[in-house]
């Protein structure tokens, strides 16, 4: 991760509820949850609540931001959350779509939502293949093919993403 800027990424701290019975995975996406948390120090205000955005509506839900680290499903958890709004992610173009920087940076995606990895605790959200498009209300835009070795042009493409649909983006509707 890093910003577009060139400068460090910010994260903050957030809550699971433990009445969320959804685990969130590291690198999972994450929306607002209703519920605020506890701080874990017991000091101080509570933390604003988050969960797992496995439950989002591609295209329309608002995203905090991601999760550095994993919390297990119906677990009081705190999640350090990378949600400054020109962050620059990795990600895997799901599917069999030869992704390449001629035709696909620059365009917009949707998140394609995946359970995680219950062994390695790493998420499994990627970029959905069959949304890349010029269209303008959809969650993520692809800025470079990622120059990771052995990554390269062409079908399940590791791809450097911003998130569109932020829920602190000028403009966004309240959540």
Same mark, same amino acid.
């Given at each position: ?16 509820? &433990?009445?969320? =019975? ?8 994450? $929306?607002? @949850? ?6 874990? =120090? ?6 604003? *609540? ?9 295209? !329309?839900?608002?995203? +905090?931001?991601? /999760?550095?680290?994993?919390? &297990?499903?119906? =677990? $009081?958890? !705190? ?12 990600? +895997?173009?799901? *599917? @069999?779509? %030869?992704?390449?920087? &001629? ?14 990895? %219950?062994?390695?605790? +790493? /998420? ?10 010029? !269209?303008? *209300? $959809? ?12 990554? @390269?042009?062409? %079908? ?7 998130? $569109?649909?932020?829920?602190? @983006? ?6």
């Amino acid at each position: 991760m890093n910003r577009d800027s060139g400068g460090p990424f910010f994260s903050r701290e957030y809550g699971k509820p &433990a009445s969320d =019975t959804v685990a969130i995975f590291m690198n999972d996406l994450v $929306l607002k @949850a209703a519920l605020s948390v506890a701080s874990p =120090t017991g000091l101080g205000n509570p933390v604003p *609540g988050c969960k797992s955005a496995q439950a989002a509506t591609p295209g !329309t839900s608002l995203y +905090q931001g991601s /999760s550095i680290n994993f919390g &297990a499903a119906s =677990t $009081l958890t !705190t999640h350090l959350v990378v949600d400054s709004i020109d962050t620059t992610f990795i990600a +895997q173009v799901d *599917g @069999a779509l %030869a992704v390449t920087t &001629a035709s696909h940076v620059g365009k917009n995606a949707n998140v394609a939502i995946g359970t995680g990895n %219950a062994l390695t605790k +790493q /998420s499994t959200f990627g970029v959905a293949n069959g949304s890349i498009a010029t !269209t303008a *209300g $959809l969650d993520l835009r692809i800025l470079r093919v990622c120059n990771i070795s052995p990554n @390269a042009e062409g %079908a399940n493409a590791i791809v450097e993403v911003t998130i $569109l649909k932020s829920e602190f @983006a000028q403009g966004s509707a309240g959540v």
